[in-house]
């Protein structure tokens, strides 16, 4: 039977739900004077992804939002904490459907840059859940997670209410813990981002945030936040405090009106970011540690919010005023910010940033790999402008060929046709399909059963998107292609005795007419791709390694092209299990 390693969820309560790990783990005993290995953390971590009556307690608070953030605060108190504890962290508190996290990570490394020590909250991780909780741009260290992990966790043990749920699930634990981590650590100051929405979500129990940010607005986890915009942005006004300064990029309308009118409800003052172009001068671009042209207005957000925090706590150097045209103001339901000229530690700041698995490149030889986790409508437009600009504007290579690979995996939600449609003018030669399992090997657990259920479901999301995939490449060139009979995963999956795995395998009834491909995890469809020409990726085997013609054939392509671009798209935990097992140095 199979096993896989599982990417943790993010935040979304219908990943909780869900409960994409399965791992169960017992918490093993300890002396209170020894914590337990980081690995054991770990997988006590992961028991809470699938809290039974954790599961009970969100299908019950979905009627009513507002029980959330009161169970938020009844955890974070028996930790040991009260909410106004939170006020000492000086926190930027930044929402938004597009870039938030982009954001985040220029604001904390332009205040780093003046040597103040920041603290990071984020999510989802992308390898190892310890960069949810950074400081001073780093993950915590498995000594310091540890630490603060059975601090927490052994307080929430020790007060448990058998009339509620005991614990609180994945991400309002964490979140707790990162609240620990930042006042024991003692940090000048803290960015966090919210999770999802942001009236209920649990980062939202901060009562008296320095600055709050609302990066782009876009439809994204709408089972939760509503199906239109105008919806999403009450949910993320709702993170206003009275008089604390929030600023906002650019954005529809009405979606707008809806951030002022909250504003006002809150006695909030809310100012409109301008363009990135009016914090330049002389025709000098501002170089930004991120690509993409859609960085430079989650740059400007970062600049303001970076900007208001040193101000509001009495810091110099913050950047000289500049006047706007009068114009700039005309018409505008939201008053526009004043632009500044960025102080040198800004400048370096911005061009310093990182911030893993958003328009990142990594040249491996023959195979360079463009990583992006956009998941929106919006960010896939905005991952395919970058995408486009740096590699496919590349000249060909004179020596040979160049194949271009898309791999592509959607989870919860979101429409992936429309997705999918938006990569077409990429013009890649082969599209892959697979679940977000690293691994998958032929090892028994006691979860069989159920794992076995998950990966057949998620083994016919990417049937579907593949087939999805054959349909929008039907139309693109008018060629009339045969398309598959209903899915089913179970008679395509066989067992390769010599890899020890499972592979797709075709029917005689189920010919694949277009280039595309699907493998149960990325480690395979990594393998299929590099072909032996990425040091980090293993050549596939020889014997049952192209189980049908398009693979055979397109690894002869792939072995023969003097170079093959690869675009990692449309999941952040793909991406995360991408950048796992390209650099390996990220899990230590």
Not at 239 to 255: C, D, H, N
Not at 311 to 321: L, S
Request: net charge neutral.
């Amino acid at each position: 039977m199979a096993e896989a390693t599982v990417l943790p969820p993010g935040p979304d309560a219908g990943a909780e739900l869900r409960g994409m790990a399965r791992a169960a783990a017992v918490p093993p005993s300890r002396m209170p004077d020894r914590p337990a290995p980081f690995q054991d953390a770990i997988r006590t971590l992961n028991t809470l992804q699938t809290n039974a009556s954790y599961l009970e307690q969100v299908k019950r608070e979905r009627g009513d939002p507002r029980a959330q953030l009161e169970a938020m605060k009844g955890f974070l108190e028996r930790s040991g904490l009260k909410v106004e504890d939170l006020d000492r962290l000086n926190i930027i508190h930044v929402t938004g459907t597009k870039g938030k996290g982009s954001v985040c990570a220029f604001a904390e490394r332009v205040l780093r840059s003046y040597g103040l020590k920041t603290g990071f909250y984020s999510s989802p991780h992308l390898v190892q859940v310890r960069e949810r909780i950074r400081i001073n741009g780093q993950p915590i260290s498995k000594e310091l997670f540890s630490k603060y992990f059975w601090l927490v966790y052994n307080r929430l043990e020790e007060t448990k209410d058998p009339a509620r749920a005991s614990m609180p699930a994945y991400f309002r634990f964490l979140t707790i813990m990162a609240f620990h981590v930042f006042l024991q650590e003692k940090v000048d100051l803290a960015v966090v981002e919210v999770g999802i929405g942001g009236a209920y979500d649990c980062t939202n129990i901060i009562r008296k945030p320095v600055v709050c940010g609302v990066s782009s607005l876009g439809i994204d986890h709408t089972s939760i936040l509503g199906d239109t915009l105008e919806k999403i942005a009450w949910q993320k006004g709702g993170i206003f405090k009275p008089g604390v300064p929030a600023f906002t990029v650019a954005q529809p309308e009405r979606p707008l009106e809806v951030l002022r009118d909250r504003a006002r409800e809150r006695a909030c003052p809310l100012y409109l970011c301008p363009e990135l172009d009016a914090f330049e001068e002389g025709g000098r671009a501002l170089a930004l540690g991120l690509a993409g042209d859609h960085q430079r207005s989650n740059a400007a957000l970062a600049l303001q919010l970076a900007r208001a925090w040193l101000q509001r706590r009495g810091r110099e150097g913050v950047g000289e005023p500049k006047d706007l045209p009068p114009s700039a103001e005309a018409g505008r339901p939201v008053p526009l910010a004043p632009a500044f000229r960025p102080s040198v530690a800004m400048v370096q700041g911005l061009r310093e940033a990182e911030w893993l698995g958003r328009t990142q490149v990594l040249p491996h030889g023959p195979v360079t790999w463009y990583i992006d986790g956009a998941h929106t409508t919006s960010s896939v437009q905005a991952c395919v402008r970058w995408f486009r600009q740096a590699a496919l504007n590349e000249d060909k290579p004179q020596d040979g060929s160049e194949v271009r690979v898309l791999l592509f995996n959607a989870t919860g939600d979101r429409d992936t046709a429309a997705l999918l449609k938006l990569l077409l003018p990429c013009q890649f030669d082969y599209a892959v399909f697979c679940p977000n399992f690293a691994e998958v090997s032929v090892v028994g657990n006691a979860d069989q059963q159920n794992f076995n259920v998950t990966l057949e479901n998620a083994l016919t999301r990417c049937l579907e998107n593949q087939k999805t995939w054959t349909q929008l490449m039907e139309e693109k060139v008018g060629q009339d292609l045969w398309l598959s009979a209903p899915l089913e995963v179970g008679s395509l999956l066989k067992p390769d005795p010599v890899r020890g795995a499972l592979l797709l395998v075709p029917s005689a009834e189920r010919p694949l007419n277009s280039n595309s491909l699907v493998f149960p995890c990325i480690s395979h469809a990594l393998q299929w791709i590099a072909q032996g020409r990425d040091p980090c990726v293993p050549a596939p085997a020889a014997k049952g390694a192209h189980p049908h013609p398009v693979a055979s054939s397109g690894a002869v392509l792939l072995q023969e092209a003097a170079v093959i671009r690869v675009l990692v798209t449309g999941s952040l935990h793909l991406v995360g299990g991408v950048l796992k097992l390209l650099d390996p140095a990220l899990s230590q």
